[in-house]
């Protein structure tokens, strides 16, 4: 057969991963704080199948929803972006600077296809999302850590490593972060976007957590410090309304929207204009604010009882990220528990986490004895029973 | 702002292209042989609202609709895939053997992310599917055209040009060809996957058209005739199904599954899992023999249609395939007509085509003359009055 790609050899160690990730929940008697999924009882089913119902009962809206669409996406949905998500965060979007994508990481997807060349820099918080670095990787970007403390990336090192490598991007999850729920200050938001303009250096803010917040107070996103159009700010609707939508969206200057448009057209044309029909419809009924309130609610409680169990089943000298929303908390344990070693073990004992050390780039063993829990999609019960399992397991060593 | 990758640069000629098609079909008034858009009467509004009223009643089920699903795919639609549409023609695949894409270009975008170096050459028709090879020069590929005649590509160019570029993949749509409406004969097929074998190239076969048949006998795909899984075989469910719900499927070995779950990862996680859920039911219902049944009705009552105005109106010497399916034929006009230049006019006239000079990678002026005239999706009425306007402004050349 055919020899692959580079990039997929380049890509192989995170891809590795990222499949083993994927495979993992799926024995029903595990208690996974694993995936990043949101509370399933949550999601608007009962919603959606109004929606259904009334749009595709209207022959022609019916047949709009189930034929081909705009490659930006569908305009009542790139307009509801527009007026209820992003100006009360103080955007002042338009609809054509605005891209409909398949889920979230699309953008990220695209975002590369239209600026990364093989051998460019990207910097990234340490930890950061490992499935955006399987992305990178595939782009054959090289990813550079900056140093991180309680409050997210720091700013010093952040312009440091800009004059050091001259990175074509900078990649940051500034709300409740992934994998750490850590937030950015406000303070560390504008100077990051003043750091893109100077060094004119694209600042990616993704920001899918944003919304769900669950304590403590709103803060403005990096963008609405970008004077220059150096950020772009990417979003995605699965934990606002469903992740099986696969619904997302990027706002940024029309020039970077253009290339986008082409990148979207050279992967698969546009986004499924019926889940957008429907997404599009449920902001337009006036289901979303009561809807935000209801998951924070859900999530509220389990992130709650996740921080108690920690407490009281952790041992002590345990270390954690008080997330103030989001789906995620991270876990720093005592000693040296090796937490990928472990997780053999806590499946055996019907548990799951994602072990720290993926989340790293620098592969030095940094992480190896942290964590990511997620509170999302177990229940308040679950967290009690799965967080006494792992901390006797961990408490054994 | 930062210099954008090399790879926007090298598919801008034909970003270009793109762009002006997704940008022309706008004026309610036009009657557009322009698209790839099947017929709106024929999409299947009342069965998807049936579907998703029970889906999202069951609540488990419309849980599991508004999830996160699997990398590869619903597993019901896997295995109606396999079941329906491929054992019936001669292909026993397994649902690991299948990857569910968000439409049926997605394929092309991941087999490249799977394949193509920068450089790698592609072997393609000519004409081709200009939305191809936006693709392929997105990942830097060198389109170089294979000799085509009346059946499509000829077996000799394509083994001397194997020979001489040593290209990494041979992109076909044997079936009802876009954009000329031919279709590849058996033994042409059986060539095309020895030649694949023989000389170590993925065959990529893009088949979307080979349910819409209205008249000659069934062929077997190129991928019944591969012993090597060297043939990669890629379909879609937008014109048997509903091009807005963004569905495709590829088929292909297990060794290539595994790199396409990756580039499938690291482009947008997975497919939407409600429109596949709609879809996956539709088929379990049963719904599908009757309704490509009445899919066929529509379509070859406009194929009919259409090949009768060009007869009736256009000027004598016009060359035109008779399509036994699909959605396209293609004229090719006597005398010095120049395609592109006359789309103005035809435009003023409100009647808008495809002009035939951007399907040719080879880029020496070949297909000045021609123009793609798609059915699909005008009623026989509208391709009456249409053609009329186009036939009228040809003749007064």
């Not at 050899?9 to 994927?22: S, V």
């Not at 569908?74 to 100006?87: E, G, I, S, Y």
């Not at 997302?248 to 970077?256: C, F, M, P």
């Amino acid at each position: 057969m055919p020899n692959f790609a580079q990039r997929m050899l380049d890509m192989e160690p995170t891809a590795k991963i990222i499949r083993g990730l994927f495979n993992a929940m799926s024995d029903a008697d595990t208690i996974s704080f694993g995936g990043g999924a949101p509370a399933k009882e949550g999601l608007p089913v009962d919603i959606v199948r109004e929606i259904c119902n009334d749009v595709l009962t209207t022959e022609k809206r019916g047949m709009e929803a189930l034929q081909y669409g705009s490659v930006l996406g569908v305009l009542d949905l790139r307009q509801a972006v527009a007026d209820v998500l992003l100006a009360p965060k103080g955007m002042q979007a338009s609809v054509d600077e605005l891209l409909i994508v398949n889920g979230g990481l699309e953008t990220m997807n695209l975002l590369c296809q239209v600026y990364i060349n093989p051998g460019d820099v990207i910097l990234v918080e340490s930890p950061t999302f490992v499935h955006c670095v399987e992305i990178f990787e595939m782009f054959q970007a090289k990813c550079i850590a900056v140093e991180c403390d309680a409050d997210g990336m720091q700013m010093e090192d952040l312009e440091e490593k800009i004059q050091q490598y001259h990175p074509k991007m900078v990649y940051v999850i500034p709300t409740f972060q992934n994998p750490t729920g850590k937030t950015l200050p406000t303070e560390r938001r504008k100077k990051m976007a003043e750091l893109g303009s100077q060094y004119d250096v694209i600042i990616l803010e993704d920001d899918p957590y944003q919304e769900l917040r669950y304590s403590g107070e709103v803060l403005p996103p990096i963008k609405c410090f970008d004077q220059t159009g150096h950020t772009v700010y990417a979003n995605s609707f699965s934990k606002i309304f469903s992740p099986g939508s696969r619904l997302g969206y990027v706002y940024a200057d029309k020039e970077i929207i253009i290339r986008l448009f082409d990148a979207k057209t050279a992967t698969n044309s546009h986004t499924s204009t019926l889940a957008q029909v429907i997404c599009a419809e449920f902001f337009r009924r006036g289901y979303y604010p009561e809807h935000l309130k209801k998951i924070c609610a859900i999530h509220r409680e389990r992130r709650d009882a996740m921080m108690a169990c920690i407490e009281k089943y952790f041992p002590e000298g345990t270390k954690k990220v008080y997330p103030d929303g989001g789906l995620f908390t991270w876990v720093e344990l005592p000693g040296k528990i090796n937490t990928t070693e472990l997780l053999k073990e806590a499946n055996e004992r019907k548990v799951h986490y994602i072990a720290g050390e993926g989340f790293f780039v620098e592969g030095n063993g940094k992480g190896q004895n942290c964590m990511r829990i997620s509170f999302g999609n177990v229940t308040p019960e679950q967290i009690e029973i799965g967080m006494k399992r792992l901390g006797d397991l961990i408490c054994s060593k």
